[in-house]
């Protein structure tokens, strides 16, 4: 050995060192903080499946000198000394506003169902089937609309289930276990909430229910985690278990209320037969007379939800009033000039340009652009210190909206049946996948633009970066090859318009 | 006097590992410098989805083309220095369904060492051992996260190997080459990804693995010709198996067996230049290719 080896050895080595051990983060890392408000009158909020969070009955709980209650505390603090190491762990783990884990939660199974079933041998598809959803293909298959639907409820059922929570809690104002005992150690930051019902608990059932109705192949999971949450609340200090029985009522309740209203918002008929799907693409034809098709080799009979437009939107009277004009007609030269733009951005990837193709891709096997605008939301709901029931609000807006903005994007893709750069432009190829559904709008616009203007009503110190990323996603679509430049264009109005629903309705439902 | 060969062993695409490794048991003469250009011509209809040979019409047959410039440096008689550097390009066949466009540009520079550990006669023959280090990493902004059109891995990648050589007087020969190959983190250009679970940040881990090649062969026409058979196979130490009907993606077990045949030819009348040609072929694999391809490539060996 010589002195040149030693040495390249040694930058080696040093190398191997420095490159083993980066962490790589699986959920947002958080500690319990405090609320920057506590919202005693929260339970006054409007809430969207009821008419008033005290719709929901939660009876009086025993009161702090009853033998009762005395036994509940006595327990927890057994319960808290006996603790493992894996026990504590899980309490810091879920911190002190759970709607961010299950959020995450969400996200997650997002990710693992949206995988686009593959053909057959003989060339054609089967659909995913709720009625038997082991598959294969397995039950669902969570693309971006499924995802938008999957978050609004799981958003909504929190928010209303924690006006409700909030409601009791200073109606009843039973003050939690460590408030009680001072040998009882509290693990998260200690402020004056009173804890019957548990809001812990009310956002545990509430999210597993309804994800287990999105996921009912994760029943299993889901219940697992549901158990971890409630033994993190009783081992918290906070809760004793009589406050987190009142909180799963609570959170019964509302997800019966959200899952009858999903069972009955029309999703079930979004994915049509082949013979519903050509009268709508052969109306668009007779229309403009131009429609898209599938392009994919085995040819897909059916797009993507050809009648999620018209699905139950949630702020927005008619979709009718949120469809854009009609795009520009092939051949003309507004046409034309975005043929021009489109094999200009093919021939030139810069850097830049794909890496915000990629950046927004949120293709399949990711948690779709709503799960990418759920992701910053709980990055701003843990920076601006929310407390559950506030981050709550600020999701249920945010996925209405979104879903919203969705069904009417939907809405514009089946009207118009506009088709893909890949149908019109010869030989033209993408960096970014073509998805199973007409161009015009893009729905990555639409989405973004909608997230975008909820975000920035409530974050409003960061209003320009939000509206700043919603027009990067939606020309990201052109970067990659799969959009118009008017669908991205004419989707972030679209997307803004549909919002502003959502938006006025988050003003006067009693809060700010 | 002594020949010396290069020979990359593992040009087997994006899915799998890119290891170009000096695993032979031929030495450079001491201030001797070796060039090799190659060209490699690869293909695949067919890969493993997890244990799942599939086809897949949205990528319809993936080409990969490479052409590799590498030199050999002869520090002393017992230690080799290697440099290499590939430009590659990918793309599918059309028609295709997914109508995706391929990539192209210089793939990883690689560095490697190689010792001479130890020679002795044994019987009718001659035993020889090795050690080396290859060490490669991106030498340009390629995204590793856009498969199965990816250059490579995007990842810095050191492969240690240990090398045992048997050849019998009459020029047959066997040879073993391990290698744990080490793989760092790639970045990818998006900040989410799935592995069993989410991942929110750029960085992919790329997972090592374990790599064998056991060759055989025998030099003809008075050491002018060396052939050569050989079985390759990795196995990948962690990493997620590709879902179903979706693209690959950088954190993949990837594992394969191969077989390959390799022949080197040294004119006698143009002293130190040499044609080499090889065919691969992969027989089994998980997250892999079932990758054919084949290579040519011309050296040329002179002293300082």
């Known amino acids: 050995m010589n002195k040149i080896t030693y040495t390249i050895l040694m930058i080696v080595s040093l190398f191997l060192v420095a490159g083993c051990s980066m962490d790589l983060p699986t959920q947002l890392e958080f500690e319990s903080y405090e609320y920057a408000s506590l919202d005693e009158n929260g339970g006054d909020l409007q809430p969207i499946l009821m008419s008033k969070g005290l719709d929901i009955f939660v009876e009086e709980p025993n009161g702090v000198n009853s033998p009762e209650f005395l036994e509940e505390v006595e327990q927890v603090k057994r319960q808290i000394s006996s603790a493992s190491e894996d026990q504590k762990r899980n309490v810091l783990q879920w911190t002190n506003n759970p709607v961010v884990r299950w959020n995450e939660i969400a996200l997650e199974l997002i990710a693992k169902y949206n995988l686009i079933p593959g053909p057959n041998p003989d060339g054609s598809y089967t659909l995913p089937n709720p009625a038997s959803p082991d598959g294969p293909p397995p039950f669902p298959f969570a693309h971006p609309p499924y995802a938008s639907r999957a978050l609004a409820y799981l958003s909504v059922a929190q928010y209303d289930g924690l006006i409700s929570a909030w409601y009791y809690k200073f109606q009843y104002n039973r003050p939690a276990p460590y408030q009680i005992d001072e040998e009882i150690p509290h693990a998260y930051v200690e402020q004056p909430i009173p804890a019957y019902p548990s809001s812990g608990a009310v956002v545990a059932r509430a999210s597993r229910e309804v994800l287990t109705a999105m996921f009912p192949l994760e029943a299993a999971y889901l219940a697992a985690q549901e158990e971890k949450h409630l033994e993190a609340l009783l081992l918290s200090g906070e809760n004793v278990p009589s406050d987190v029985e009142a909180g799963l009522k609570i959170g019964n309740e509302i997800a019966s209320k959200a899952l009858e209203r999903a069972s009955s918002d029309g999703m079930k008929y979004a994915q049509t037969s082949k013979a519903v799907s050509d009268s709508i693409a052969n109306a668009a034809f007779e229309r403009f007379g131009w429609k898209w098709v599938n392009l994919e080799s085995p040819q897909r009979p059916v797009g993507l939800t050809p009648l999620f437009g018209k699905v139950k939107m949630w702020n927005v009277p008619s979709v009718e009033s949120t469809r854009p004009p009609v795009p520009p007609v092939p051949g003309t030269p507004a046409y034309e000039e975005d043929v021009r733009i489109l094999l200009d951005y093919a021939a030139n990837v810069t850097p830049e340009r794909r890496r915000i193709a990629n950046f927004w891709q949120d293709g399949l096997g990711t948690y779709t652009p709503p799960g990418h605008w759920n992701d910053f939301a709980i990055r701003d709901i843990v920076k601006n210190k929310l407390n559950p029931l506030r981050a709550a609000r600020v999701m249920a807006f945010l996925n209405m909206a979104m879903m919203d903005a969705g069904i009417s994007c939907w809405d514009a893709k089946y009207y118009y049946h506009y088709p893909r750069p890949i149908q019109l432009i010869e030989g033209f190829e993408t960096i970014a996948g073509t998805p199973n559904f007409p161009a015009y709008t893009s729905g990555h616009s639409v989405f973004s633009a909608s997230g975008a203007e909820v975000l920035a009503h409530f974050f409003p110190e960061k209003a320009s970066q939000f509206r700043a990323w919603a027009e990067e996603a939606a020309i990201s679509r052109v970067y990659g090859g799969i959009h118009w430049t008017f669908d991205a264009t004419v989707g972030t109005t679209q997307g803004i318009n549909v919002a502003q629903y959502s938006i006025d309705r988050a003003k006067t439902d009693g809060i700010d | ?304």
């Open chain 2, 1 to 304: 006097m002594a020949r010396t060969t290069l020979f990359l062993g593992l040009t087997l695409s994006s899915l799998t590992c890119w290891a170009q490794s000096p695993l032979d048991e031929l030495m450079m003469p001491k201030n001797d410098i070796c060039i090799l250009f190659n060209y490699e011509y690869g293909q695949f209809d067919q890969y493993w989805e997890g244990d799942f040979l599939r086809e897949n019409q949205t990528i319809a047959t993936v080409q990969r083309r490479t052409a590799m410039l590498m030199a050999a440096y002869g520090i002393n008689d017992r230690l080799d220095v290697y440099l290499g550097l590939p430009y590659v390009s990918t793309n599918s066949t059309i028609p295709n369904g997914g109508k995706f466009a391929g990539a192209s540009g210089l793939q990883d520079i690689s560095i490697g060492l190689k010792y001479k550990a130890l020679e002795k006669s044994l019987g009718a023959g001659k035993l020889s051992a090795f050690g080396s280090l290859l060490f490669s990493t991106p030498a340009s902004n390629y995204l590793s996260d856009y498969q199965p059109y990816s250059l490579g891995l995007g990842t810095p990648q050191l492969a240690w190997r240990g090398i045992g050589h048997f050849e019998t007087e009459k020029g047959l020969y066997s040879r073993l080459a391990l290698a744990y190959t080490w793989r760092g983190y790639t970045e990818a250009e998006r900040e989410y990804y799935y592995n069993e679970g989410s991942y929110f940040t750029p960085w992919m881990d790329v997972p090592s693995s374990w790599n064998m090649d056991f060759t055989l062969g025998k030099w003809w026409m008075e050491k002018s010709l060396r052939v050569e058979v050989s079985i390759s196979s990795q196995v990948s130490t962690s990493g997620d198996d590709i879902r179903a009907y979706n693209a690959p993606q950088p954190t993949n077990q990837v594992n394969f067996s191969r077989l390959g045949g390799f022949a080197h030819y040294y004119f006698q009348k143009v002293k130190g230049l040499g044609v080499l040609g090889y065919y691969q072929q992969v027989i089994s694999g998980k997250n892999a290719p079932k990758m054919g391809a084949f290579g040519l490539g011309v050296t040329y060996q002179f002293g300082l």
